[in-house]
């Protein structure tokens, strides 16, 4: 080994460490190791910078500019308090239906934002019902997580795979929208059979629920329509990538730049400052770059090799490695600066298979496995973060130990719903 | 710079014999119009000097009062005092000093501290004694000349502050919070702990915040909520929750050698109306954006 590859992992290690003990803002983690590697000599900067997956970073802006327009028009609000009228405050219902719009919106927003447009309603919702909120934030929080795994613009890790293979939309949804759909079906069963009894509310409570007046809501209803045509716009160019040769980050963008001509001109520098997550774009600038002086060293092929032996060059097997592998470190490593490894590692594995379609379950398999597995730990996934942040800010804390007990059934439960699907499907 | 600088002998005005205010302010108009040429004189400035008082009162409880036209096409600064052995009474304030002041539209600062001057010098009760019994203009002028009072050239927080102000304890209920604020009508006030020291701040936004669940804050609009019990939750744990439990620590602070125009600056920066003044975590007073209107913008 180099005195090269020594620094190059130690800066590596250090700052998935630093990231995953949270001893320091993950960006601040992620752009000190980004620079560190350029400062020692490792890669140059210009490398180091073109190792940077602008169409990931493209993507994010220009959703989160979208998102920032369709929060305004409170038509994700009007969604979540009309369901729990249409539950009539039943808190099984609620809490099922709650889980399904969280997995069906987080496929299309991201589970972060969805998570936090919905967990501040339910609190409301619970403290109106005087029921506690705990059970539908930590199912919600899994719930985003396997509706994020659904598409290619849900999770940031599908997004990343997305941008680094030639796998368009249509392609997520063809191979991981039916298991996503299998998985939380199975979910909702669960749900129904572990909380079925466990709730009652008052008449008197439930009254001041249905008193609600959501219609007041949608303020805007012309800025509702237009930005309703310019998503169903962007799904259709998503869906035609193939055909139409654009880019996911040129969609993103023209989404979102239209939405902010069309409704925020006059604050643009504020839609800057507050909607768009520099913090976030930055932590995925900084990952992209420490990640390639693994590459350059020489790691990555090392970790791939690592891989096919253990499988002895079978890809059925090096998919259920991966599968069950990610499932368990990106339970424990947020699974953004996981999957920034994996993507290199799975890409040099395809130079040693050798055979197109024999990738395709590897792939697919790493979405799943990173996804889904941000569902065990608490720390798994950022959107579990987020959620269980809100409602400790709001005097409901959620330990660890508690949201893991619950997140490892449905995770395990995931990944073996995952493993027969690739299994049946692919091989 | 000092006080005696901007005084002439002639415009000082010793034992006058006068029964009001409106004789007091026409002997000084009259004084300063004879040895200065204005823009403004005679009846005109009398009238604008009335009609100035009678929308804030240049009387101050220590016994001076302090006449102020701000004029155009004019460039200097002019003083004319007047000493009353007998005080009169100027609306419910008894006042033995009569200090007219003209300047232009521009030089409020040097005002400020003329005034400054004036109301630190009035407080000194036997300088007053003395200028109030000399024997005539060339005296009381050589008295003032005597004591020379500077003048400062710049204005800090320090000069507009209020010093006597209302301060809470950390350990203060937010009923005793909510009675101190309502009896002296405050929007915020600074925590300070027993031996002293300054440790925060709380206003008024803190204390509703206790009544909004934050996740409230976190949604775009809540007009859909028509029967949630407003501020419900403040009545309810007015009694349980601690000043320290809702004060913000750290706050913005300035420090009383810091200038008006940094006061000015900061109050904008970070949208705060209200300062608390701080040196060696001692709390000095405060400084309200309402001071700096009156203070020096109203002056």
Redesign the interface.
Known sequence: MTIMMLITLFVFVMTYIFIIMEWMNKMLAAMIGGFLIVLTGIIHQQDALMAVDWNVIFFLIGMMLVISVLKKTGVFMYIAIRTAKIARGKPIVIMTLMFVITAVLSAFLGSVTTVMILVPIVLLICGELKITPIPFIITMAIASNMGGTATMVGDPPNIMIGSATDYTFMDFLFNLTPPVVIITCVSVAMIWLMYRNKMKVSMQNRARLLSYREDTLITDKKLLLRSSIVLLLMLIALILQSVLKIETATIAMTAGLSLLLMSNRNQVENVLINDVDWVTIFFFIGLFMIVESLVVTGFIDIMAKGIIDASGGRPKTASMLILWLSGALSAIIDNVPFVAAMIPMVQKMSTYINNPTAMHPIWWSLSLGTCLGGNGTLVGASANIVAVGIASRNGFRISFRQFTQIGIIFTFNSLLISSVYLLVRYF | MYLDSFLDARDICVNPDIQNKEQAYSMLVDLICRNHKLPICGEDLLQRLLQRDAEAPTAYPSGIAIPHIRMDDFDDILVAMMFLPQPLMFGTTKVSWVVLIITDKTSSKIYLNLVAALMALSKDTASVQALTTAEDAHAAFSIIKKLGISIKIDLYVADIMNINTVTIPPEATLRELIRLMGMHSLAGLPVVDETGLFVGEVNILSLLKVGI????T????L?????FEPLERLLEQQDELQVKDIMTLQPIILKPETSIMEAVSEMIKHDKRYMSVVKDNKLMGVVTAKDIFHKVIQA
């Open positions: 669940p934050e996740y409230l976190r949604m775009d609009n007009d859909f909520l028509v029967s």
